[in-house]
């Protein structure tokens, strides 16, 4: 087959017309998601409250922040890059089920995990002699344990689609292992890494449910202990939330620059431990089953103590189990629904991101960011403002399923934009010219070149939406339809009334579904690159 010839002047009103659409589309999304940003930026300099952004008040939960979130975001490259390694390039033993197992901590929520370590530490505790943790120790380790998955998961597909040939060849050239992971494996998973952290850095800005257990005063804790006696310093804390995560999707845009554009037919080489399998094994075993177990074991208990309290009315497990049908299917659909919306909304921009001479997919990219650090129920607030402001057709959809499916998208989309660059960044250019040269049109391309090799990172994303949204609590609490329960809202009401035997079985549900759907959606199509351990 040869190529389709063209006249100059129509080749070039195509290249006009088809970077048009995208640039359209990327700058639409990017106005959407600067939404948030807007209205906190209206109701600030219409309360003049801009102003105690540079007061003391503000300035210590600041710094509190910046510490708090870069310490996690570092611990969590190192931890969540070591994890995919072993699971997609070792032969370490159980590297399908470490493949899983890794993932499992996105699906605790922050407020649960640390409850659950309050409740397992100190006097009354499951190990009494053990000092309950609290401050920023505390909350270092219960956000590092559930977020470290956000730069696992990227790094983990970026590693199964990057190919051996260049690493054959640094092997012939006499390189060492060392000097060959640093020049040929870190550039190629530089982007997912540096995205995962960025991401990473943005949750720990917005979390509010670990540090408030642990008594570590952050923004977050100042803007919800504000939000009702001082509305307006808690609008200029939203606000400086939001600047911090543009700030930081900048710094994050120029640090993942290098990417070299290989690609291969064959599978990712796996390397060989050698006498420091089993070591290497018992030492992840370890860590998995301390963060996956000690949860699951410490929500056992909760049920297990209600259930067997003397005099006790609480229904059987199986009734327990039956009750949780309902939430659960929500969940499901909710979850399937944002997270698949987020990966096929934001793809567009995520490509004008990759080309990183687009300003348009910078402008989208920074924009993205900024939705993810404001605190999930300021977002929601903000969303009700621009509803309540629009036209009767727009205001009816308060309290509906696509508007909850919107917010959303806007609050976690960044794990799929972000996700999804670090994939297309990698895409070989030599692919999709000679396809070109063959006549394939941009979506035969997009459909036979670009989809099967950005597809484990597109579902990486995806996943992380759809992990998130499963635990998410303060914008569906305020814009579910009426009767719409999902596992995570019985969690935060049965915790409210002190009911720890349903927050336990609740508990033990929402990370039973979320492993599961984690591992039908994500890691099932990832390990289809994985080569079987020797």
Known sequence: MRAVSKSPRTAAWQAKATGALPKTAGALVGLLFLSPLAYLAIEATRAGSLSSIAEAQAIRPLLRSLLLATAVATITVLVGTALAWLATRSDIPGRRILAVAAALPLAIPSFVAAAALRAALGVGGLIPWLPRPSGFWGALVVLVVVTY??????????????????????????????????????????????????????????????????????????????????????????????????????????????????NSARKPRSYQLGRTRWPVFAVVASFLGTVIAAPAVVFLVWWLRSSLAAGSTYPSLAESLAALVTPGLNT??????????????????????????????????????????????????????????????????????????????????????????????????????????????????????????????????????????????PATLLLAPTGFDTLATRVWNAAEGGFLGDVGVTSLGLLLLSGTLTWVLVLRPMQRNISPAD
């Open 149 to 262: 998955p956000y730069v696992y998961l990227p790094v983990a597909a970026a590693l199964v689609t990057t190919p051996p040939d260049v690493e054959d060849a640094a092997r012939l050239l006499g390189d060492t292992p060392y000097r060959m992971v640093r020049s040929v494996i870190v550039p190629q998973i530089r982007p997912a890494t540096v995205s995962g952290a960025l991401i990473v850095f943005l949750y720990v800005l917005s979390d509010f449910g670990a540090v408030s257990l642990m008594r570590y005063d952050t923004l977050t804790r100042q803007i919800y202990s504000s939000r009702l006696a001082d509305t307006d310093t808690a609008l200029a804390l939203g606000l400086l939330l939001g600047g911090l995560a543009l700030a930081a999707a900048t710094v994050e845009r120029r640090l993942s620059r290098s990417r070299a554009p290989y």
């Open 332 to 473: 499901v659909v909710a979850a399937c629904v944002a997270g698949l919306s987020a990966a096929v909304l934001l793809l567009p921009a995520a490509y004008l991101a990759a080309g990183r001479e687009s300003r348009v997919g910078f402008f989208a990219s920074t924009a993205i960011a900024s939705a993810f650090a404001v605190p999930g129920l300021v977002l929601a607030l903000a969303v009700v403002y621009w509803v309540v402001q629009a036209p009767a057709v727009v205001a009816s959809l308060y309290q509906t399923f696509p508007l909850l499916i919107l917010v959303y998208v806007l609050h976690f989309g960044v794990q799929s934009h972000r996700t999804s660059v670090a994939a297309i960044a990698g895409l070989p250019r030599k692919y999709r010219e000679a396809a070109r040269m063959l006549g394939a049109g941009r979506f035969r391309r997009f459909a036979t070149v670009d989809v099967p090799l950005i597809g484990p990172g597109v579902l990486a994303g995806g996943g992380l939406v759809l992990l998130s949204v499963a635990k998410e609590l």
